[in-house]
């Protein structure tokens, strides 16, 4: 790079023989990085003069140069030449990360930021950060930083850039919440970086978590050349890892803020407070969510580790609820890793194929949820995410097409639900606005007594409510994976609704008045805060067998999974309400004991009692089963036990709230006491 000086500067011919002449580019900047001329040599220069040499030269007034402060005699102007058009119009764009997806008021981040010049030549950026808002984006901090360009690695995609820190800032105490935006702009160029700002104290302003899926943006992020999906990566060959230590392909973030912009927006029109986090911090703390009553995710939200599922399922089996606003929801299981400075969480890995991934706990293999569920037979249990969730993708559909997507819309199965009071939709009612977006979830179902209901096959739920279908058959007709759209709720303890959908949060940005009705009623449903009672209420579930004289056995469990662990058992729906530990506000509770006994034909008997009731000839006992009351008194109510004749060794059992059952079954007296279920049910 040849320093200017004196009263003007000459590139010759000399020193680029052949072609190479008609492609150089030259760019002058000063201290500041303000450009004092660009211009490109060559044939076709117009402002290029020829001497008598015949050398093709371009002369710089001196006046010009000298505008920056006696940059020239300093040598601070620099003409950088480089080979190409193209590389000269993108030597101004700016690209940058930050070392972190989230921080606490106070916490420090630090951003770097490339001006795609060479290594270490400078200019001088707009650096500003504004908060996602409503109506608009607020800006709450402006300043002017020199960037310089920097050096990439060539796979950057899996270890991160390492570049140059390029400014640091120290987010205010007094910050509320949110996402905010930190903007390098120069010129008609900029750079976005997001980021989220935790709140100071978790749950003291709202009872209501958003988390922001930064894993699913890292997952699609083709910046430097790949990411984990081969139509984005370089040769078609994708990358088992991806980095957070480098820019994204998409310098706007367009996968994140067509969804949750929108729904920030809506909740600020609407006065709803929400504390807001990024799905590494669900990872990284297990009491994260310990303080808040109700978690939501917004859009596409694809990417999960085991320990946010882990974290999630205990929140809601402790009473929390969670609003999926989401579609394609947690579908591939991913691992954290450090990068190369040893900063926990930078890298994701993915390997999405059992074989290649080289870890050996199989619960740890980063492939598809659903290849942990009964679909797959690899005997791992049922933990798709449908145990989490209710919905899955294997029903889902997918559109991929170039053309207009087909509107498919909700149609309405259970109108009266809560989630649809105030909306006026009646059964068969179709959902307006465009709500069914390009990736879906759904379960397998079948009509009973004209009620779509849930097979469990697929491990969903067996109280899965379905409220509503979208049939995308006609995707198939046109080549894209066709399937369904569901939306329904269910309650393992807390109570998850979903609404199965990359899309919801657009019918909140020209709102429909049913869809915004919708929302409201799910977020006030399931932020409300309960009481300790409340949050340790559970339904038991009540499922039957048959035995082989055609006499009916009967278990309860707290779990909606049971028929999806146990063959054989059939789900006959809710059947009184138990604690799932002692309430710090309730008196008299008291732990309810577990015996089985089995049948000469393998089948089992289940009996519920007391801890001072004997344990019944010829039974095991199995361990606590749930917690209830051993006296009557306000907020309980009987539980009668009720024996059968069988023509096994054993009597066939059932517990029911009704005083008289009949059907040849012999009343044997009050087994124990439930506690009344809560005064407003959100499943």
């Not at 662990?565 to 799932?580: E, R, S």
């Not at 306000?634 to 009704?658: M, N």
């Amino acid at each position: 790079m040849p320093t200017i000086s004196g009263r003007s500067a000459r590139v010759t011919r000399e020193n680029f023989p052949g072609r190479l002449w008609n492609l150089v580019s030259i760019r002058i900047v000063d201290q500041m990085g303000e450009s004092i001329l660009d211009d490109v040599l060559g044939a076709d220069n117009a402002d290029s003069t020829a001497g008598v040499d015949g050398d093709r030269r371009l002369r710089i007034d001196r006046r010009r140069l000298l505008q920056g402060a006696a940059v020239a005699s300093a040598g601070g102007a620099v003409a950088t030449l480089f080979q190409g058009r193209a590389d000269a119009q993108s030597a101004n764009k700016l690209e940058g990360y930050a070392n972190l997806t989230s921080v606490d008021p106070g916490q420090t981040i630090r951003f770097f930021v490339t001006n795609g010049l060479a290594a270490g030549v400078r200019s001088t950026a707009a650096f500003a950060i504004k908060r996602v808002d409503h109506p608009n984006d607020v800006q709450v901090h402006t300043a002017s930083v020199s960037v310089e360009g920097q050096v990439t690695p060539a796979n950057a995609w899996a270890v991160g850039c390492n570049w140059n820190e390029t400014t640091s800032f120290t987010v205010p105490t007094s910050w509320p919440t949110g996402l905010y935006n930190a903007y390098f702009s120069e010129g008609s160029t900029r750079s976005c970086i997001p980021f989220v700002v935790k709140p100071a104290v978790l749950g003291a302003a709202s009872k209501i978590l958003c988390q922001v899926p930064f894993t699913t943006l890292q997952a699609y992020n083709g910046w430097g050349g790949k990411c984990l999906y081969e139509f984005r990566s370089s040769n078609k060959v994708r990358s088992y890892k991806v980095s957070f230590d480098r820019p994204h392909d998409n310098p706007e973030y367009g996968d994140l803020y067509q969804w949750v912009r929108p729904f920030i927006r809506f909740a600020r029109r609407r006065g709803i407070e929400i504390d807001y986090v990024s799905t590494v911090d669900l990872h990284d703390k297990a009491s994260l969510l310990d303080s808040y009553q109700m978690f939501v995710t917004v859009g596409h939200d694809e990417y999960w580790s085991r320990e946010m599922r882990n974290n999630l399922d205990r929140f809601v089996r402790n009473g929390g609820n969670a609003a999926v606003f989401s579609g394609n929801t947690m579908y591939w299981q991913i691992r954290f890793e450090p990068n190369a400075a040893g900063a926990v969480n930078r890298v994701i890995t993915c390997y999405k194929d059992w074989n290649a991934d080289p870890i050996a706990d199989p619960a740890r293999k980063t492939v598809e949820w659903e290849e942990f569920g009964p679909s797959y037979k690899r005997a791992l249990g049922t933990f798709s995410q449908h145990s989490s969730i209710g919905l899955g993708w294997e029903r889902g559909g997918v559109w991929s097409g170039t053309g207009p997507r087909p509107a498919n819309p909700f149609v309405i199965e259970r109108p009266e639900h809560w989630a649809f009071a105030g909306t006026g939709l009646a059964k068969g009612a179709q959902l307006a606005g465009e709500l069914v977006g390009y990736e879906t979830d759904a379960l397998k179902w079948s009509r009973v007594n004209g009620v779509a209901t849930p097979t469990g096959t697929d491990g969903a739920p067996s109280n899965f409510k379905i409220l509503g279908i979208a049939n995308l058959d006609s995707w198939t007709a046109v080549g894209q994976k066709g399937g369904e759209a569901v939306m329904g709720t269910f309650r393992r303890n807390g109570t998850v609704f979903n609404v199965g959908t990359v899309d919801w949060a657009k019918g909140l940005t020209s709102p429909t008045a049913e869809v915004e009705k919708i929302t409201m009623n799910v977020i006030e449903a399931l932020s409300r805060v309960k009481t300790p009672r409340e949050r340790r209420l559970q339904e038991l579930y009540q499922y039957h067998a048959v035995n082989a004289d055609g006499g009916w056995r009967f278990v309860f469990a707290p779990s909606p999974f049971f028929t999806q662990k146990n063959t054989g058992w059939i789900y006959d729906g809710p059947a009184f309400w138990v604690y799932t530990s002692p309430p710090a506000d309730v008196e008299g509770v008291v732990e309810i004991k577990q015996y089985h006994a089995v049948n000469p034909d393998g089948g089992w008997n289940i009996r519920y009692q007391l801890p001072e009731v004997a344990t019944p000839e010829g039974y095991v006992y199995d361990g606590p089963a749930f917690f209830a009351h051993g006296t009557a008194g306000t907020g309980r109510y009987p539980i009668y036990l009720y024996t059968a004749p069988s023509a096994g060794s054993f009597d066939r059992v059932v517990y029911s709230p009704t005083p008289n059952l009949g059907r040849g079954w012999n009343l044997e007296g009050v087994a124990f006491y439930a506690p009344t279920p809560p005064s407003r049910l959100s499943d």
